[in-house]
Nanobody
């Protein structure tokens, strides 16, 4: 069974940085698309950044210029570097892996940004 596992969440003050990491099963990693999503309290889950199997990257307008998504096919990881964090970036961040065989979500990691 395919799995993804997030790590790297925590609490920072506004303007700080955090780096999230998503470790995925090796089997389908290179042919999978990955997305980092977040869900703030009382809000719907939203896509923050994504990277495709062809290395195309996309970002939500709210994080452009502050967040960077990267994938390492040798290590089977997808990282999200978050700089200049704002209180509105607070939420649970989830990693998603999608391919022809299915769609896998991680358990999530909490990010809290205080003002």
């Amino acid at each position: 069974q395919e799995q993804v596992l997030e790590s790297g969440g925590g609490m920072v003050t506004a303007g700080g940085s955090l780096r999230l990491s998503c470790a995925a099963s090796r089997r389908f990693f290179s042919v999978s698309d990955f997305g980092w999503y977040r869900q703030a309290p009382g809000k719907q889950r939203e896509l923050v950044a994504s990277t495709s199997s062809t290395l195309r990257r996309n970002y939500a307008d709210s994080v452009k210029g502050r967040f960077t998504i990267s994938r390492n096919n040798a290590k089977n990881t997808v990282d999200l570097q978050m700089d200049n964090l704002k209180p509105e970036d607070t939420g649970v961040y989830y990693c998603n892996m999608a391919n022809s065989w299915g769609n896998v979500w991680g358990q999530g990691t909490q990010v809290t940004v205080s003002s």
